[in-house]
């Protein structure tokens, strides 16, 4: 089969589906990529054409098809440990705060809004086992974490991950302590995978089941995929599930500036952590 190649039309049509059910806005000029992003589908389904796909999506009982194609043109770019400054922020000031202002309590939620295969929460759980270890053991933890792919949900849950993925970021000392080689592959122990509650959480949708008064919200690199509006009904939502005390942490290329003014950088935290003032 020759390499297809996508028409303005079946462009225009698939970019109006992936921004329906994602809020994902693919760009001008970006045929290429999904091109070769849709391709491995095309085979899958044995399609000839992308026009055919878009029939197949929009035929009855396409759902399934347009979940992959969705799937498809998320990109999950992530890596154990990722953005020193954000990890740095919650051992040395978000952690402590929390527990001092909560040590009675006894108790944390957090919630990994965009987790993709899992290295987020995973890095987040070792940070809190190694530097807090009584939080980690002893503590009641939730820890919500979510995608909207089905794929990433179940890439999270099994914590298995290749050696180039271990490579990025996942420092020796820990993946001794912490994972367990599965043949080619490593695996995170139970101890943290038992921790994670692995859900799926499409960010346009009506979030369901979310506890509210959520300690700590990670929605780190996502936002960047979305246009000005979506951004400010995400934010506004997160404010109705955070704590009072609570933080949310974005990317470090993510703002709430001139998005959401009820939201303000923590002062101390070098980083992308937000708390709310109303
Ligand atoms: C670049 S990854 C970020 C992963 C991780 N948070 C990090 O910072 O390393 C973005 C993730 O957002 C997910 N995503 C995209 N649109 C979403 C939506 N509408 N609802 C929930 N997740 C979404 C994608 O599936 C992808 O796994």
Redesign the pocket.
Known sequence: MTAQTIAESAMKAISEIVRQ????VIDEGKDYLVETRLRPLLRRLGLESFDALVDQVKSIGGAEVKRAVV?AL??????FF??EKFYEALREGIFPQLIEDLGSRRELTMW??????G??PYSVLMLLAEDFPEVFRDWKLRFIV????RE?QDRTREGVYAQHEINRGLPAKLLVKYCEREGAHWRMKSELRDKLDVRE?????PWMGLPHAIDIV?????LI??DLDTKKEILGRVKRVLAPHGTLFL?AAETTLNIDRSFIRHERQKTGCYRVVE
């Open positions: 059910e994602s809020a994902i799937e998320t990109t999950n770019e992530t890596h990722r953005d990994c809004a965009a987790c993709s295969s290295q987020e979510s995608d909207l792919s990433m959480i499409n960010l346009v949708k990670f929605m780190r690199n996502v995929y979305f990317g």
